[in-house]
């Protein structure tokens, strides 16, 4: 299984996530390659010292520096997760024929009932409303009414961006980042299991 998480520039939260996540499936026998790319990332720059120092109070030492999104990454990778919906648009504006590998990481790992088929839907009817403003139209009222009910109950997906602030926003974030990645190392088990059968 080829990973790769994506967000910004790389010098923060998808660092993160590969240096964690790599240990992490290291630890329970997961066999996974994980790398990590940034949407806007100048590449060579070095993690940003908090996200570096959280890092390294998981006794995860690796050198991480950003990599820009490329279509060599996005065409390795069998899923590629990332930190934000906007993450998620900018990523498939760039390389629309991944949509069918790419998610936001918390909606992937998303264990509510039917949250994929919800997830759809809405996307389906933000699209539609986009090109009715587009053309100069306007959604039905019963669409606009399912747009704010399905928006009031699919949970927000975006991990907080900690770039700019201090060691307890890098903290907070890591913590975000950790009880997703939990799950998807769950998830990415049964799978395995599944596989194995």
């Known amino acids: 299984m080829r990973i790769l998480f994506v967000c910004t520039g790389n010098t923060c939260r998808s660092p993160m996530a590969e240096g964690m996540f790599r240990q992490m499936a290291l630890e329970a026998g997961l066999p996974a390659e994980v790398k990590s790319a940034g949407v806007a990332a100048i590449p060579g720059m070095s993690m940003t010292r908090h996200a570096e120092a959280v890092l390294r109070d998981h006794q995860i030492t690796d050198r991480l520096t950003s990599t820009a999104l490329s279509e060599e990454l996005v065409e390795w990778a069998d899923v590629i997760l990332t930190l934000t919906q906007g993450h998620k648009r900018q990523l498939l504006y760039a390389f629309p024929d991944a949509a069918a590998k790419t998610f936001v990481l918390k909606e992937y790992v998303d264990e509510r009932d039917n949250a994929e088929g919800e997830l759809q839907e809405l996307d389906g009817l933000l699209a539609e409303r986009a090109l ?18 399905l928006q009031y109950r699919i ?3 975006d991990i907080s961006d900690p770039f700019g602030g201090n060691r307890e926003d890098y903290e907070r974030t890591a913590a975000e980042i950790r009880e997703a990645l939990k799950k998807l190392l769950s998830k990415l088990q049964k799978q395995q299991k599944q596989k194995d059968q």
């Open 155 to 157: 949970p927000v997906y």
């Open 132 to 149: 009715q403003a587009a053309l100069g139209g306007k959604v039905s009222e019963e669409d606009s009414r399912r747009i704010t009910e």
